[in-house]
């Protein structure tokens, strides 16, 4: 099982490859569109991304849910 | 008439990742085609193809290449070009040019063929979930021109000319009118292709339309030669930034020559073939005479449509004698798609720009390849850099597409300051 940390990182190389976003700056605390500027598209293709990475799926409705990078490792967390 | 001229260009080609480059490689006759290495080409009747000679992965940053369709790559690449040739600064200020008087015409034959192939390979083997969500603005052929809008801040419109192997002729064509009718004062213009993928080259391919010269790819593409066999596919893109006169005068530009006219008619005769009497590509050629209030002795120089099809070849040479008469003897012809391959939605704008050079530098490039002519063509064909005379010169280039789409543009060097 990967740990909090282990996730973030991967996550945010991910974040990093779809949206540019530097790795450093994916942080637990950071909302994906207001602080990382990520856009609703890039954000389809992370969630995809995650589903891939970790073996978790994602329902489209639930996606709308995981406003901060927290969210989203904390699901990944619970799910996988 | 309003005058509309010529003040910046740009290129990414089979010969150069820009147009110094590309025109370099064209008056020394160098041929940018080469063999397919990728293994689907393996079991394909057709081997080579004509590639950009720099990669836009080599230009464009990762991220934002990840959501633009090759084709969309190739044509900021050209235009990026094409606008700071013009002198203005590619993504700038709204300042710089007004966005309610700048316009975009770009055309591609095809649209974004890789990302739409692309993604239906990701649906049919991963599922729909692996489905990109930027597929539809990367596949829509009006993608090229809507990104350069983008970049420019195009507000006067932005358009799309969709008619095969004529398209980025039309393109022009669109944008002259645009801009004698006053919508705009200066458009970015031309055209953009990318569809070296197995699926058009096997397509292609069954049509008989392109050159089996596997062993021999430099030499693949001939026109008017009698080895010819078809076509070699190439991918690129070519820009013009078109200004009316008023508008370059006011702030100084440099100019390369004018837009004079164009000519635009159909054949009417078959979805493929050209209709072998001419008459539809010598009326466009007459038409975009009459549209620059040219005579045909006026017409030094023709970039033909010459793609190196059995057919298509012979009914061009036909049809430019039909179309400028006794004059055609005073007339240099070439087909540049001898070394550049065919750009399908991008020909019409590189060989427009190929024109314009020919005129404003005084030098035609060559044919290459066209060691065994067919007989009895009556047009002069320059098979090594023919120079051009001195004085005020006008040429034609001729763009002709599936569907029967035959469009020619008017170039002259008048207000050149050179």
Same mark, same amino acid.
């Given at each position: 099982?990967?740990?909090?940390?282990?996730?973030?990182?991967?996550?945010?190389?991910?974040?990093?490859?779809?949206?540019?976003?530097?790795?450093?700056?994916?942080?637990?605390?950071?909302?994906?569109?207001?602080?990382?500027?990520?856009?609703?598209?890039?954000?389809?293709?992370?969630?995809?991304?995650?589903?891939?990475?970790?073996?978790?799926?994602?329902?489209?409705?639930?996606?709308?849910?995981?406003?901060?990078?927290?969210?989203?490792?904390?699901?990944?967390?619970?799910?996988? | 008439?309003?005058?509309?001229?010529?003040?910046?260009?740009?290129?990414?080609?089979?010969?150069?990742?820009?147009?110094?480059?590309?025109?370099?490689?064209?008056?020394?006759?160098?041929?940018?085609?080469?063999?397919?290495?990728?293994?689907?080409?393996?079991?394909?009747?057709?081997?080579?193809?004509?590639?950009?000679?720099?990669?836009?992965?080599?230009?464009?940053?990762?991220?934002?290449?990840?959501?633009?369709?090759?084709?969309?790559?190739?044509?900021?690449?050209?235009?990026?070009? /094409?606008?700071?040739?013009?002198?203005?600064?590619?993504?700038?200020?709204?300042?710089?040019?007004?966005?309610?008087?700048?316009?975009?015409?770009?055309?591609?034959?095809?649209?974004?063929?890789?990302?739409?192939?692309?993604?239906?390979?990701?649906?049919?083997?991963?599922?729909?979930?692996?489905?990109?969500?930027?597929?539809?603005?990367?596949?829509?052929?009006?993608?090229?021109?809507?990104?350069?809008?983008?970049?420019?801040?195009?507000?006067?419109?932005?358009?799309?000319?969709?008619?095969?192997?004529?398209?980025?002729?039309?393109?022009?064509?669109?944008?002259?009118?645009?801009?004698?009718?006053?919508?705009?004062?200066? /458009?970015?213009?031309?055209?953009?292709?990318?569809?070296?993928?197995?699926?058009?080259?096997?397509?292609?391919?069954?049509?008989? /339309?392109?050159?089996?010269?596997?062993?021999?790819?430099?030499?693949?593409?001939?026109?008017?030669?009698?080895?010819?066999?078809?076509?070699?596919?190439?991918?690129?893109?070519?820009?013009?930034?078109?200004?009316?006169?008023?508008?370059?005068?006011?702030?100084?530009?440099?100019?390369?020559?004018?837009?004079?006219?164009?000519?635009?008619?159909?054949?009417?005769?078959?979805?493929?073939?050209?209709?072998?009497?001419?008459?539809?590509?010598?009326?466009?050629?007459?038409?975009?005479?009459?549209?620059?209030?040219?005579?045909?002795?006026?017409?030094?120089?023709?970039?033909?449509?010459?793609?190196?099809?059995?057919?298509?070849?012979?009914?061009?040479?036909?049809?430019?004698?039909?179309?400028?008469?006794?004059?055609?003897?005073?007339?240099?012809?070439?087909?540049?798609?001898?070394?550049?391959?065919?750009?399908?939605?991008?020909?019409?704008?590189?060989?427009?720009?190929?024109?314009?050079?020919?005129?404003?530098?005084?030098?035609?490039?060559?044919?290459?390849?066209?060691?065994?002519?067919?007989?009895?063509?009556?047009?002069?064909?320059?098979?090594?850099?023919?120079?051009?005379?001195?004085?005020?010169?006008?040429?034609?280039?001729?763009?002709?597409?599936?569907?029967?789409?035959?469009?020619?543009?008017?170039?002259?060097?008048?207000?050149?300051?050179?």
């Amino acid at each position: 099982m990967a740990t909090t940390e282990e996730i973030r990182a991967q996550l945010a190389e991910l974040v990093n490859d779809v949206a540019g976003v530097p790795v450093e700056d994916v942080q637990l605390d950071k909302s994906f569109v207001d602080d990382l500027d990520v856009d609703s598209l890039a954000m389809v293709e992370i969630l995809v991304g995650c589903e891939e990475k970790f073996g978790v799926t994602i329902p489209d409705e639930e996606s709308k849910n995981l406003k901060t990078v927290g969210d989203a490792v904390a699901y990944i967390e619970a799910h996988s | 008439m309003t005058e509309i001229v010529i003040t910046g260009l740009g290129a990414t080609t089979p010969l150069g990742g820009d147009l110094a480059s590309t025109w370099q490689a064209m008056l020394a006759g160098t041929s940018g085609v080469s063999a397919i290495t990728e293994e689907w080409a393996a079991e394909l009747p057709v081997r080579i193809a004509a590639y950009v000679k720099v990669d836009p992965s080599e230009v464009i940053d990762r991220v934002k290449a990840r959501r633009l369709d090759r084709s969309t790559q190739l044509a900021l690449i050209a235009a990026r070009e /094409a606008w700071a040739d013009a002198g203005f600064t590619w993504e700038g200020d709204e300042d710089e040019v007004d966005p309610q008087r700048l316009s975009v015409s770009i055309a591609s034959g095809i649209g974004g063929l890789h990302s739409l192939l692309n993604n239906w390979d990701a649906h049919r083997d991963k599922g729909y979930r692996r489905v990109s969500p930027f597929t539809i603005p990367m596949l829509m052929a009006n993608a090229p021109a809507a990104n350069v809008g983008l970049a420019v801040h195009a507000k006067a419109g932005v358009h799309t000319p969709v008619s095969a192997c004529a398209s980025s002729n039309e393109a022009i064509s669109l944008a002259l009118d645009q801009l004698r009718l006053g919508r705009s004062d200066i /458009a970015v213009v031309g055209g953009t292709e990318a569809t070296i993928h197995p699926l058009p080259i096997a397509a292609f391919g069954q049509m008989q /339309a392109l050159s089996r010269r596997n062993d021999e790819p430099e030499r693949a593409s001939r026109p008017w030669d009698r080895g010819r066999d078809g076509f070699v596919m190439g991918e690129g893109a070519a820009v013009l930034i078109l200004e009316t006169l008023e508008h370059a005068r006011a702030r100084g530009a440099r100019i390369y020559g004018t837009i004079a006219g164009a000519g635009i008619t159909a054949d009417s005769h078959d979805i493929v073939q050209p209709d072998p009497t001419g008459e539809g590509q010598s009326g466009a050629m007459l038409k975009a005479l009459a549209d620059a209030g040219l005579a045909a002795s006026d017409i030094r120089h023709v970039n033909a449509h010459g793609t190196s099809t059995p057919q298509g070849d012979l009914t061009e040479a036909g049809s430019i004698r039909t179309g400028l008469g006794d004059a055609t003897d005073d007339c240099v012809v070439t087909s540049t798609k001898s070394m550049t391959g065919h750009l399908l939605g991008g020909a019409g704008a590189l060989e427009t720009i190929a024109t314009v050079l020919a005129l404003h530098e005084r030098t035609v490039p060559p044919t290459i390849n066209l060691e065994d002519p067919e007989p009895d063509l009556g047009i002069d064909i320059a098979t090594a850099a023919r120079p051009l005379p001195a004085g005020d010169l006008a040429g034609i280039n001729n763009s002709f597409g599936f569907g029967g789409h035959n469009v020619a543009v008017a170039v002259t060097n008048a207000n050149s300051n050179r």
